[in-house]
C-alpha cells in the first residue's frame, strides 16, 4: 500500500487530494476495504473516512472518496488550519480482519490566506481618485483653451475678408429700416423743366444777292440756377 504525495502545502479554503495504490496478492477477487487515516498530536490514530471495493463513490461534508481500483483518491474538503497533520490509509481484507496493511505518512501543512493591510488600502483608495480628478481638470482646461483659439482665429480671419459687417455700419443699417412703429415711406418722383433761349446776332441785312447760301447760327444756352426740391415745389410740378 503506497500513497502520494508525500507532502501537501495549501492555503485554507483550498482542497488536498491524496492518492492510495493497492496491490493484491492473491488476487483481484478478494473482498476488502480501504479506511483513511489521520494522526493526532499523541501519535494516536484516528479514522477519517472508509469505502469499500463494491463501492464507486462515498462523500461526507469534509471528504470525497472516488474508487479506481486499485487506486482510491481522498479529497479533503475547505481545508482549516487544524487539518494540518500525517494522513495515511490502511487496507482492511475480509478473511483476515485482524491484519491491516498501512502505507507510509503524508504530510499535510495548510496555511493562513494572507491578508492585506488595512492601514494601506484607504491611502491607495483615496490617492487614486484625486490623480483621476486633477487629470480630467487639466483636460478639460486644455479643450476649452484650444476651442476658444478656434473661434478667436475664425472671427479674426473672417472679420478680414470682409465677411463681418463692422458695428458702426450694422448699426446704421438698422436705423434705416423700417420701424414697425413708424409709418411707411412713398418715394415721389419729381420732373425739374429748363428753359432754353436762342439768340441770334444782330447784324446789317444783307441784300438776297450778296447773301451766303450756307448761313451758321449760333445760340446760347442758359440754364437758370439750380433750386434744392422742396415737397412744395414737388407738389407744384406735378399740378
Not at 419729381?190 to 441785312?205: A, H, I, K, S
Not at 442758359?222 to 407744384?236: A, D, H, N, W, Y
Request: glycine share 6%; charged share 20%; aromatic share 8%.
Amino acid at each position: 500500500v503506497t500513497i502520494f504525495p508525500a507532502v501537501l502545502t495549501l492555503p485554507e479554503g483550498d482542497k488536498a487530494t491524496f492518492f492510495c495504490n493497492i496491490s493484491m496478492e492473491n488476487g483481484s477477487g478478494s473482498e476488502y476495504s480501504l479506511n483513511w487515516y489521520k494522526e493526532t498530536n499523541h501519535g494516536q490514530a484516528q479514522k477519517t473516512a472508509e469505502i469499500s471495493r463494491n463501492k464507486p463513490m462515498t462523500e461526507t461534508e469534509k471528504y470525497r472518496l472516488i474508487n479506481h481500483a486499485p487506486v482510491f483518491k481522498i479529497e479533503i474538503l475547505n481545508l482549516h488550519h487544524n487539518d494540518s497533520g500525517s494522513y495515511y490509509c490502511g487496507l482492511i481484507t475480509i478473511f483476515e480482519p485482524d491484519k491491516v496493511m498501512e502505507s507510509s505518512r503524508s504530510q499535510l501543512m495548510v496555511t493562513a490566506v494572507p491578508q492585506m493591510n488595512a492601514t494601506d488600502e484607504p491611502e491607495m483608495e483615496e490617492g487614486n481618485p484625486s490623480e483621476h480628478i486633477k487629470a480630467m481638470l487639466l483636460g478639460i482646461l486644455l479643450l476649452a483653451g484650444v476651442v476658444v483659439l478656434l473661434i478667436f482665429g475664425y472671427l479674426t480671419f473672417t472679420y478680414r475678408r470682409g465677411g463681418m459687417i463692422p458695428l458702426e455700419a450694422m448699426q446704421t443699417q438698422f436705423e434705416t429700416w423700417p420701424q414697425p412703429d413708424m409709418p411707411p415711406v412713398v418715394s415721389i418722383s419729381t420732373v425739374d423743366y429748363g428753359v432754353l433761349e436762342f439768340q441770334r446776332d444782330q447784324c446789317t441785312p444783307v441784300p438776297p444777292k450778296t447773301r451766303l447760301v450756307e448761313q451758321t447760327e449760333y445760340a446760347t444756352i442758359i440754364f437758370p440756377e439750380e433750386k434744392p426740391v422742396t415737397p412744395e415745389r414737388g407738389k407744384k410740378h406735378l399740378d
